[in-house]
Structure formats: structure tokens, C-alpha cells
């Protein structure tokens, strides 16, 4: 009876380590890639910055439109920078992550924009969503969309 409560803790505690190993794993995964993404937005390398997408790439903005297809949102990026004041600026920490299977995840980040129109600050805090899918051992997104934070009055 000793050796089997032995062997059974040693199992359990071999996969516990070795669960919590890849879990951390994965939370450097996906903050490296946010890094990646956001680091080719800043470089001002737009290609760099698609290269994250897949062709049929899906987003809702933050006004509510829902776009799909890479080529639409490219679109849709272009005529946003056609109104901004200047190159907008994005601070993002992950929040989350769930690997739905080992080549679908679901993550989560805080985001605050500094983006201007006509003078008018129309960024600040938001939480975003993206579906990412494993490509030839590369992550890519597959959809993803940004809600803005905003106050809503208490229930008292």
C-alpha cells in the first residue's frame, strides 16, 4: 500500500510540475507574441505587422464593425490612419490565455491607445480578444477584436 500511495503522489506531482512548466511556457508564448506584433506595429514595417494575420482574418473594431478577410482589413487600417492626427500609440500586458486545443488559443490583453482626431483624444483603456491559430509552428491571428473601457454608473 506504501509503494502505491509513493508511486501515485510521485505521478501526480510529476504532472502537476510538468502542467504548471507548460503553463508558463505558454504565458511566454503569447506575451512574446503580443510583443512581436505590437513591436512591428511601432517599426512602422506594415508587412511585418500582417504577416501576424491569416488571409481570412476576422475583426471587430471598436466601433462595432465586424470586417473579415485580410485584404479588408487593410482596408479598413488604412482609412483609419487616414483620419488619426499622427501614429497612434498602444501600451498592451496580457491577461490571459486558454489553448482550446494545442493549435487554437484564446487570448486576452489590456490595451490603452493614445490616438488623436482633429486634436480630439479618442483612444485610452480597452480589452482585447484574438483567436489565435498554430500555422507550420508559427501563431497567427485568426480574429480579434478591441472594446473600449469606459465607466458605467453604479448600481447604488
Known amino acids: 500500500m506504501k509503494t502505491f500511495i ?9 504532472f502537476f510540475i510538468t502542467q504548471n ?3 508558463q511556457d505558454n504565458q511566454a508564448t503569447f506575451e512574446a507574441f503580443l510583443k512581436k506584433v505590437y513591436d512591428s506595429y511601432q517599426s512602422g ?3 511585418a505587422m500582417w504577416s501576424f494575420y491569416t488571409d481570412n482574418s476576422a475583426e471587430i473594431t ?14 479598413g487600417w488604412d482609412e483609419f490612419m487616414g483620419m488619426v492626427d ?7 500586458k496580457l491577461s490571459s490565455w486558454r489553448l482550446i486545443t494545442p493549435d487554437v488559443a484564446l487570448v486576452t490583453w489590456d490595451s490603452t491607445a493614445d490616438i488623436k482626431v482633429q486634436g480630439q483624444q479618442m483612444g ?33
Open 6 to 14: 509513493f508511486g501515485a503522489f510521485t505521478f501526480f506531482s510529476i
Open 21 to 23: 512548466a507548460a503553463a
Open 45 to 47: 514595417n506594415n508587412d
Open 62 to 75: 471598436p466601433d462595432g464593425r465586424f470586417t473579415s478577410g485580410k485584404q479588408a482589413l487593410k482596408a
Open 86 to 92: 499622427g501614429k497612434p500609440s498602444f501600451t498592451y
Open 124 to 156: 485610452g483603456p480597452s480589452t482585447c480578444v484574438a483567436v489565435l491559430r498554430k500555422i507550420k509552428g508559427e501563431w497567427k491571428i485568426e480574429f480579434d477584436g478591441m472594446t473600449p473601457v469606459i465607466q458605467m454608473p453604479s448600481g447604488n
